[in-house]
């Protein structure tokens, strides 16, 4: 499910006569990788793609959790969300997801808890949990509307219908739409410019970017001290002496 290359990690969910469907083996594979890539130091940038040219991922498991009572069904929100989808949200390397077909449920949760989205020309994004008579459950709700605004999410829930991939690029849910062929290669180039950039940076700006999501943390404060916090990095001294001496940073 994942390989490594170029201080890429490049993780495939690979379930194809499901359509990748998360169940419970893949939730735990996720979990599992997330927590090692973390500490990975060759690591430093995360690609998350669906195999297959169909979907990315099109939904949690309905088998998996169609017998469930209420307890059970809270149980495997709060445990999906806890264990993988904050923990994406969460990571200090930057997370892309590839969008590369459907998106749909749990798979374009999934795809929201990423910092970055880009997808195929083919792909359709959508959360249908209503029509199944739940609610999206791995953050859907909070993620969706805070990302195209709550206009756009609500209708989108309750209407369950699929967005293409050209209106997903006009109301910001992906920042680039590219032929399947190319989806993989665009990436890779995102990750690329990235990585130009200082990880340190990098991985402070993305929690004080989540700071504002998050209840009893004030974002401005939390950008106050991690800019602080920046300026005792060997990745500070060298960005700015690099750009003192007109020369090209090597973070
Ligand atoms: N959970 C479990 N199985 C799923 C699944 C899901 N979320 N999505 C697809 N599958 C399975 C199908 O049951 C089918 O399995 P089978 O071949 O054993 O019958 C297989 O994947 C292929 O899907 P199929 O529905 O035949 O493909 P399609 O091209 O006709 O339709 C979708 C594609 C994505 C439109 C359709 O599969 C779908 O609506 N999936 C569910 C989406 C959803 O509601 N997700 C939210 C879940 S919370």
Known sequence: MVEKQDKIAWISLHRPKKLNALNAALLEELQLLFTSLEKDNSIRVIILTGSGEKAFVAGADIAEFAHFDPIQGEALSRKGQNAVFDRIAHSTKPVIAAINGFALGGGLELALSCHLRIASTNARMGLPETSLGV????????????????GRATELILSCRMMEA?????????????????????????????????????????QAINAAYQEGVNGFEEEIKRFGQCFGHEEFKEGTQAFLAKRKANF
């Open 135 to 150: 609610i999206p459950g791995y953050g859907g709700t909070q993620r969706l509307a805070q990302l195209i605004g709550r």
């Open 166 to 206: 050209n209106e997903a690029l006009a109301v910001g849910l992906v920042s680039q739409v590219v032929p399947q062929e190319e989806l993989l290669a665009t990436a890779a180039t995102l990750a690329d410019k990235i990585m130009q950039n200082s990880s340190n940076a990098m991985a402070h700006g993305l």
